[in-house]
């Protein structure tokens, strides 16, 4: 399997733009997680999906971010505006349970966002 | 509710030597607890787990980690370092304590290898 992909690896906009990353979950796996990882704040939770149902979403920052799944294989994650404070490293992650802390968590390589 | 903690942000060791990678966690129900391991531009990979099966547990690249419920702790250990042990080590847990189990992760632990 080619693991969870995450595209793109970097994106650099100018404050006020709209990013969307995407992602594509390992195959067969019942969740998928959206974090943020910042060296002020650590690995935040932003929100995650069972069966591409949004489940908790109470680490969206702000209204500014959005996150859907339309289906099993691929899952987006949208700031709208953009602003310099959302510059983070930004990870999918998949796992095969639907309890997604009882198992392993798959961990795509990020997207590294920078908002001038 | 549920919380990790790491003691020390960095840890320093000559090849060769102890590892040791402290975690504490907070859980007011048996939790599932996990090391996760960061490389470089690369996201996390799991390192091992505990399920609430054997208390030692082994994982990948020669680290093991004992699970011990009287000192709530989840130490990492390896006894003796590689240049290529040189990352980011952070440590999970999960409980059923909110209704469901969502992971919280620690701050994470730079392990830096001299040679």
């Known amino acids: 399997d080619a693991g969870v992909i995450q595209s793109p690896r970097h994106e650099v906009t100018e404050m006020g733009q709209e990013v969307t990353l995407r992602c594509k979950p390992i195959?067969?796996?019942?969740?998928l997680f959206w974090y943020r990882q910042t060296m002020m704040r650590g690995l935040e939770l932003l929100i995650y999906?069972?069966?591409?149902?949004?489940?908790?979403d109470s680490g969206m920052p702000e209204d500014r971010f959005s996150a859907k799944m339309p289906n099993a294989s691929f899952s987006t994650l949208k700031i709208q505006p953009s602003e310099p404070r959302d510059s983070a490293v930004y990870f999918c992650?998949?796992?095969?349970?639907?309890?997604?802390?009882?198992?392993?968590?798959?961990f795509g390589p990020g997207t590294r966002l920078t908002v001038l | 509710a549920q919380s990790v903690t790491q003691l020390g942000s960095h840890v320093s060791v000559s090849e060769g030597a102890l590892v040791l990678l402290r975690c504490n966690y907070s859980?007011?129900?048996?939790?599932?607890l996990f090391w996760y391991v960061q490389y470089p531009n690369q996201g996390l990979q799991l390192l091992l787990k505990?399920?609430?099966?054997?208390?030692l547990v082994k994982g990948i690249n020669g680290f093991e980690a004992e699970f011990k419920k009287s000192e709530t702790s989840f130490h990492l250990t390896k006894p003796s370092a590689h240049m290529s042990d040189a990352a980011e080590y952070f440590c999970?847990?999960?409980?059923?304590?909110?209704?469901?189990?969502?992971?919280?992760f620690g701050r994470g632990t730079s392990l830096i290898v001299h040679p």
């Open positions: 999970a847990v999960s409980d059923l304590g909110g209704g469901s189990y969502i992971p919280t």
């Open positions: 505990y399920t609430s099966a054997a208390t």
């Open positions: 992650a998949s796992s095969p349970v639907m309890s997604p802390g009882t198992d392993t968590q798959y």
């Open positions: 859980s007011s129900v048996p939790p599932y």
């Open positions: 195959s067969g796996h019942n969740s």
């Open positions: 999906f069972n069966n591409n149902v949004p489940i908790d």
